[in-house]
Nanobody, 112 residues
Framework: QVQLVESGGESVESGGSLRLSCAAS????????MKWFRQAPGKEREGVAN???????TYTDSVKGRFTISRDNAKNTVYLQMNRLGSEDAGLYFC??????RGQGTQVTVSS
């Protein structure tokens, strides 16, 4: 059974940094387009970053220059490095593999 497990979310002060991880089992992440999404209470799910099988990346405008998505093929893990966090970045972050498999998510809280 394909499984994605996110980790790294925690409470951080505004301006701080976090690195989220998305570890996969069964599937080989380098063969898939992977996306990070986030969802805050009362808001729609938002696509944050994307990395394709070639390693090309795209970002939603609000995180460009602050977030970096990357992949470690040896660890079969996708990361989301988040810098200069603000209250608007708080929410449940989860990764999704091409085809729709997603993890349970990891919570990011930003305090001012």
């Amino acid at each position: 059974q394909v499984q994605l497990v996110e980790s790294g979310g925690e409470s951080v002060e505004s301006g701080g940094s976090l690195r989220l991880s998305c570890a996969a089992s069964v599937i080989i992440l380098s063969n898939y387009c992977m996306k990070w999404f986030r969802q805050a209470p009362g808001k729609e799910r938002e696509g944050v970053a994307n990395i394709d099988y070639r390693g090309s990346t795209t970002y939603t405008d609000s995180v460009k220059g602050r977030f970096t998505i990357s992949r470690d093929n040896a660890k079969n893990t996708v990361y989301l490095q988040m810098n200069r966090l603000g209250s608007e970045d708080a929410g449940l972050y989860f990764c999704v593999a091409q085809g729709g498999v997603r993890g349970q998510g990891t919570q990011v809280t930003v305090s001012s």
